[in-house]
Nanobody
Framework: QVELVESGGGLVLPGESLRLTCAVS????????VSWYRQAPGKQRERVAT???????DYADSVKGRFAMSRDNYGHRTFLQLTRLQPEDTGVYYC???????????WGHGTQVTVSS
């Protein structure tokens, strides 16, 4: 059974940093692209960042230069480093994976990030 568990969210002040972790079990992570999405209250879910199975990274314009993804295939984890956080970064952050060849996708249940003074 495939399971994704996000962790690392919390309440921080503007300008501070967080590191989100997505622990993946039940599949070989190396065969999947990984993305992080977020959903702010009253807004649609939006893609924040993606890292392919070949370690190619792509970021939404709103987070470029502030967020960074990485992956540890053998440790079955991916990470999203959030820096210079702003109140508009507040939301539930979700990890998602998509099979490179199979196209199957899976989601975690999310971790809350709140940026407030």
């Amino acid at each position: 059974q495939v399971e994704l568990v996000e962790s690392g969210g919390g309440l921080v002040l503007p300008g501070e940093s967080l590191r989100l972790t997505c622990a993946v079990s039940g599949i070989a992570l190396i065969n999947y692209h990984v993305s992080w999405y977020r959903q702010a209250p009253g807004k649609q879910r939006e893609r924040v960042a993606t890292i392919t199975n070949a370690d190619v990274e792509d970021y939404a314009d709103s987070v470029k230069g502030r967020f960074a993804m990485s992956r540890d295939n053998y440790g079955h984890r991916t990470f999203l480093q959030l820096t210079r956080l702003q109140p508009e970064d507040t939301g539930v952050y979700y990890c998602s994976i998509k099979g490179v060849l199979t196209g199957d996708d899976y989601w975690g249940h999310g971790t809350q990030v709140t940026v407030s003074s």
